[in-house]
T-cell receptor, first 120, second 113 residues
Framework: GAVVSQHPSWVICKSGTSVKIECRSL??????MFWYRQFPKQSLMLMAT?????????EQGVEKDKFLINHASLTLSTLTVTSAHPEDSSFYIC????????????????FGSGTRLTVV | EDQVTQSPEALRLQEGESSSLNCSYT??????LFWYRQDPGKGPEFLFT???AGEEKEKERLKATLTKKESFLHITAPKPEDSATYLC??????????????FGSGTRLSIRP
């Protein structure tokens, strides 16, 4: 089945610094990837849609200058949290869908294991 | 507005006690409905995709069904390892199959030994 790898799994950074999170599709190509944010005991909130070779599409209320997304290849999307502050502390998750073998519909969207960001 | 509502918010069952989780949706045309399982501190794990009313899918102790307004996730004789948060998501017809999906708030299921 499709595998999405996310790195790092956790990171602690100082307030004011930037943090980069990577999302890789390991065994398929993904022209589109999605970035979510999840607060404790809450559901996933879509932040942005990452498009290979073009600008990301951000959901309403998400600051595009704070959450920079780069999708430079068909297997890698990155999310950079710039000038992080404690309120940016959260669980960030990426996802993608594999259509390459025609079985993508049966597998839905595959999610990474998530990145726990703590800003101190 | 497209909306997904899951109930109950939390459910505690005794091992072996079967039950159902509900996912009600309001969309202008449904392209697909997804069920996921999420363990604490991990990303969601795909369970099922349903496309049309009347469709059913099964996996071990889980069975998902779909009507025109809601989906049910039936859990038969659950075990403690079935404890997790179960998430429902829909993809409206207005979006392509490669586009975003809309999540419900989830049901936290706890199975006591």
């Amino acid at each position: 089945g499709a595998v999405v790898s996310q790195h790092p799994s956790w990171v602690i950074c100082k307030s004011g610094t930037s943090v980069k999170i990577e999302c890789r599709s390991l065994d398929f190509q993904a022209t589109t990837m999605f970035w979510y944010r999840q607060f404790p005991k809450q559901s996933l909130m879509l932040m942005a849609t990452s498009n290979e070779g073009s600008k990301a599409t951000y959901e309403q209320g998400v600051e595009k200058d704070k959450f920079l997304i780069n999708h430079a290849s068909l297997t890698l999307s990155t999310l950079t949290v710039t000038s992080a502050h404690p309120e940016d502390s959260s669980f960030y998750i990426c996802s993608a869908r594999d259509f390459s073998t025609g079985t993508g519909d049966h597998y839905g969207y595959t999610f990474g294991s998530g990145t726990r960001l703590t800003v101190v | 507005e497209d909306q997904v509502t899951q109930s109950p918010e939390a459910l505690r069952l005794q091992e072996g006690e079967s039950s159902s989780l509900n996912c009600s949706y309001t969309v202008s045309g449904l392209r697909g409905l997804f069920w996921y399982r999420q363990d604490p501190g991990k990303g969601p794990e795909f369970l099922f995709t349903l496309y049309s009313a009347g469709e059913e899918k099964e996996k071990e102790r889980l069975k998902a069904t779909l009507t025109k307004k809601e989906s049910f996730l039936h859990i038969t004789a659950p075990k403690p390892e079935d404890s997790a948060t179960y998430l429902c998501a829909v993809q409206p017809l207005k979006y392509s199959s490669a586009s975003k999906i809309i999540f419900g708030s989830g049901t936290r299921l706890s199975i006591r030994p």
